[in-house]
């Protein structure tokens, strides 16, 4: 009898001791489950999202909508839960919360955001390193007010034998070609493995030195994109930068003013971890 109550003891000791990691482990798989879900649904939304920048003259609001728009499946709300999308109505009443408040990341910043990586608008107007003169009507056609860029119009891009002279040229035939980076904060809505997965995130993109508290205690904090985790985490909220570009030919003419392309590079790349 005794060596039963012993042995019932050990088990219980063990169960404690297992049970945490067993539990964490079921749960980090579902949370990188569902990261690598956000990633594929990010590529597809970054495509849409070019699509239709290419079609509305790249307009900066219906970039960002599609964008929105097409992540919503992943997307969750201020209590960390993903609404569904079944119907026209669940669909419409989730965009509208996350094309305004919900879209906001606790500590700042956005949840979803679309960039425009290029054109720029010096590349346009003839002052960018790759561009090939003022692309514009009055330019080209002696009418208009400089205002309107013809996408289709073979002389804003570069000759043929521009290409001989090497890689440049090729740069500057691709400045009617939009490209859009879809930046998702990606809100993480397993408890506990979210915490661990940002702690990880923030320990390979930040030196150590960063990851010491000050003298009162509070944690250091980051640039760009890992500033906005940093932030968020101290707000009780667990984030994720997931990154995705896609690139199209326009299919709509440019407007200057009308829809002012950006005039940095504002996109995250390998060489910019931080954003």
Not at 6 to 11: K, W, Y
Not at 69 to 84: A, G, R, T, W, Y
Not at 124 to 135: D, E, K, V
Not at 202 to 224: D, E, Y
């Amino acid at each position: 009898m005794r060596s039963t109550s012993r042995e019932s003891g050990q088990v219980a000791v063990e169960a404690a001791l297992v049970m945490p990691l067993f539990v964490f482990f079921i749960l980090g798989i579902l949370q990188l489950g569902l990261i690598s879900q956000a990633r594929v649904m990010a590529k597809y939304a970054a495509y849409r999202a070019a699509r239709v920048g290419a079609m509305n003259n790249a307009d900066p609001d219906a970039i960002e909508a599609a964008a929105i728009l097409h992540l919503l499946p992943v997307l969750v709300n201020s209590q960390e839960v993903i609404m569904p999308t079944s119907s026209a109505t669940e669909v419409v009443s989730k965009f509208m919360q996350h094309n305004t408040i919900a879209n906001i990341i606790p500590g700042g910043g956005k949840l979803v955001k679309a960039v425009i990586c290029s054109p720029l608008r010096d590349d346009l107007a003839g002052g960018g390193s790759h561009s090939i003169g003022n692309a514009g009507i009055t330019s080209r056609g002696g009418r208009g007010n400089d205002n309107e860029v013809d996408f289709d119009d073979p002389r804003n891009q570069a000759s043929p034998e521009d290409f001989t002279s090497g890689g440049d040229s090729l740069r500057r035939f691709k400045r009617t070609r939009l490209v859009v980076q879809v930046q998702l904060m990606y809100r993480m809505p397993i408890p506990f493995a979210n915490w661990v997965i940002v702690k990880s995130y923030l320990g390979t993109n930040v030196p150590s030195v960063l990851m010491m508290p000050n003298k009162n205690g509070t944690p250091r904090s980051g640039a760009g994109q890992v500033g906005q985790v940093y932030a968020a985490e101290a707000a009780g909220a667990y984030v994720l930068p997931i990154n995705v570009s896609y690139a199209m030919r326009m299919q709509s003419n440019f407007f200057k003013r009308r829809f002012a392309l950006p005039a940095q590079n504002r996109c995250v790349s390998y060489g910019n971890r931080n954003g």
